[in-house]
């Protein structure tokens, strides 16, 4: 029984000391350019573009500056950071990573700001974007998923805020978009 037990504690050990050297010594500036690259190009088949400035390394992930996302809406970040979560991947079989981001503007006609805000981002066979928050007029509460195949919105529960002089075309949106009106207020709903 003491062996087996020494045996576990050698393995916790050594697991540990290895997760440990992977959050410290990971390429992340190297490994945030080839994800970039990926989805640059995964992007760009769907009709869609992406562009950037640049991308640093950080402990434990990467940030990718002045980031464009241009398609039916254009929507423009200052910064956004990327940090996986390894234990929560190991424990879901998937990849999970927090995404937060900062100055973020959003044009479908109307430039809006939707400042600040983050999610975390579960990758499997459907994409979840868990505690989406935003603070800006143009603001976001909630959870989403999001077919990879079709790109489109499965399973969702968010509140959304727009400002007075957008709120004309929520209407028009609802054709694209699963949104509900409840008084004045707006969910994506699915």
Request: proline share 4%.
């Amino acid at each position: 029984m003491k062996r087996l037990i020494a045996t576990i504690t050698r393995l916790i050990l050594f697991l540990a000391g290895l997760g440990i050297a992977m959050y410290m010594f990971l390429p992340y500036q190297s490994i945030g350019k080839l994800a970039m690259t990926i989805a640059h190009d995964q992007l760009q088949r769907r009709g869609m573009r992406l562009s950037y400035s640049d991308v640093v390394g950080e402990d434990g992930g990467f940030t990718v500056n002045n980031l464009t996302l241009s398609g039916m809406a254009n929507i423009s970040l200052s910064s956004v950071t990327i940090k996986p979560e390894y234990l929560t991947s190991l424990a879901t079989f998937s990849p999970v990573c927090n995404i937060a981001f900062k100055g973020g503007n959003i044009r479908m006609g109307p430039v809006m700001n939707f400042g600040d805000g983050g999610f975390l981002l579960t990758a499997g066979n459907e994409i979840m974007l868990e505690n989406l928050r935003t603070n800006g007029e143009f603001s976001l509460s909630g959870y989403m998923t999001v077919d990879p195949a079709s790109m489109k919105i499965g399973r969702a529960d968010a509140k959304l805020e727009v400002p007075e002089n957008f709120a004309q075309n929520m209407g028009m949106l609802r054709n694209f978009l699963p949104l509900v009106q409840e008084g004045d207020t707006w969910y994506l709903r699915r």
